[in-house]
Structure formats: C-alpha cells, structure tokens
C-alpha cells in the first residue's frame, strides 16, 4: 500500500502549505517570508545532506540546477506569496493544479515526450477548470503574479527535466533550494521593503512550510521519483485543489461559490487524466 499511500500525504501536504503561507503573511512580508523558508530549507537541506554522507551534486550541474531551482522554488512560491496577501488559498492551489497539466503538455511539445488524446483532453478540463474557478475581480496585479508563479514552476520544471534529468533529486532539490534563496533574497531586497513581528501564528507556519513541506515534503516526493517514478509520484496532485479547498474552509473560513467548485471538479478531473496511464495488456 505504501506506493498508493505516499503520492497522497505529499498533496496533503502540499494542499496545507497555502494555508499556512495566508497565515504567515498576516505578520510578514511575502518575499521576506519565502526568501526566510527557503534559507532555513536549504541549509536543512544539505545539512542532512552532509550528515548522510550522500555526495552533491558534479560542481558543472550547479549553475543549471540554481538556475531550475529560482525558477521552480523562488518565482513560483515568491509570486504566490505575494498574490496570497490578497488571494484566498483555494484559487492559487487552482491556478497551481494547472502546473503539472501545464508542464506535461509542454513536455510533449518541447522535449517530445509521449503524450496521449486523453491528456490532452484533460489540459483543456484544467484549463477550463482555472477559468472558472479563478475570479477575474482578483485584479491584474494579482493575476498577474499567479501568472508568472504558473510560469516559474513549469518552466523551472522543464528546465530541470532538459538538464539535470540524471542528477540524484534529493541532493538536485538541496542546490536548487540554494539558487531559490538567493533569487528571492534579491527580490526581497529590490522590490520590497522586508518587515515582520513574531508571532505564533508566523512561527507555526514558517516551521510548516519550511521543515514539514520544503524539507520533509520534498524529501519524500524524492523518494517517490527514486522508487516509483514520475508518472506515480504526480499521481496525488490530482487531490491538490479539493484538499486545499477543504483545509481552507476549516482552517481560514473560506467559502467557495458554485463556479469555484465547478472549477476545483473540472482541474481535479484535468489532472487526473494527463497522468493515468493503462496498464499495460
């Protein structure tokens, strides 16, 4: 049951970190809170790194992988964050669910991946689903970072998968948190002026976010890549968008309209076609 099990605690874990990201940011600034997670997961990150004497990465697979990592880690969660201040959790959970459609289709484009009618049906239900359940009154500073958050996943993605596709992803996710830290670091210093008070609810979800998701969570979905593959390790991300949607309403009171739902059932659907794959005959 384990391999079944695993892709689903990873999206739960996942789902909860844009909770926890709306109640940090009552008491932070967005890039100072992401450049903070992503330090601390970093040092985390190659600390166990060090302590379980697994070599890092080939010195020439660094600048690719710092590169992967700021636009994978630091332009998607720093864009999100920022959008969060304002957002409810549920429609950034929505617009990132399309990461994984997204990337896929592109995959197929790009890298001339196989890539099946069925999934292409279901980039046009997730595409459907972010249109419905993503309100246009959010405003276009607002869209516009959940745009470019949108963008830095898949293209950090992508750009991982072209480059750094035989680097080891446990020690890969270490090197990329380091270049995500510095980039945020820098935007948190040019775009931003960097301020926060202490407080519980702030200590709780940076500890969140940062050793249960960055460190632990991304420990696992490498695991997960190491053991089962791609294909079963995005298997629970089709549970992303319910699951934020419900920790939302128990955690924040957040409530969703019919064309939100319309849109979390449309983007679920949506993920779960572009990664099925048939058993074999």
């Known amino acids: 049951m384990l391999p079944a099990l695993l892709p689903f605690v990873f999206a739960v874990l996942w ?44 010195r020439a697979m660094w600048p690719h ?49 196989r890539f099946a009618w069925w999934q292409w049906a279901g980039v046009g239900l997730g595409f459907v689903g972010v249109v419905l359940g993503v309100p246009l009154t959010l405003g276009s500073a607002n869209l516009g970072y959940l745009a470019l958050s949108l963008i830095g996943l898949t293209g ?12 080891p992803p446990f020690e890969a996710t270490a090197v990329q948190l380091v270049g995500a830290a510095l980039f945020v670091i820098v935007l948190a210093a040019l775009f931003e002026s960097p301020h926060g008070r202490l407080t519980p609810g702030l200590i709780g979800a940076m500890a969140w976010n940062t050793l249960v998701m ?19 390790a995005a298997a629970g991300f089709f549970v992303v968008p319910g699951a934020s949607a419900l920790i939302a ?3 924040l009171d957040e409530h969703l309209g019919a064309l939100t739902l319309l849109g979390l059932a449309a983007a679920t659907l949506g993920v779960a076609l572009v990664w099925w794959r048939p058993a074999p005959a």
């Not at 967005?30 to 004497?53: E, G, H, K």
């Not at 960055?214 to 079963?232: T, W």
């Open 156 to 167: 950090g993605t992508l750009y991982l998968r072209r480059f750094c596709a035989k680097v």
């Open 15 to 58: 789902a909860s970190s844009y909770a926890a990201a709306k109640i940090g940011l009552l008491d932070i600034s967005p890039f100072f809170f992401v450049a903070v997670r992503l330090s601390i997961a970093a040092a985390a990150a190659v600390l166990l790194i060090l302590a379980l004497r697994r070599p890092l990465p080939a």
């Open 249 to 251: 309403f128990a955690l």
């Open 214 to 232: 960055s460190v632990f969570g991304m420990a696992l979905y490498s695991l997960m890549l190491d053991r089962y593959g791609a294909s079963r």
């Open 65 to 113: 992988l710092m590169i992967g990592g700021a636009l994978l880690h630091g332009l998607g969660l720093a864009l999100a964050h920022a959008a969060l201040v304002e957002v409810d959790a549920t429609p950034t959970a929505l617009v990132h669910a399309f990461h994984p459609i997204l990337t896929a289709a592109l995959g197929s484009i790009l890298l001339h991946e």
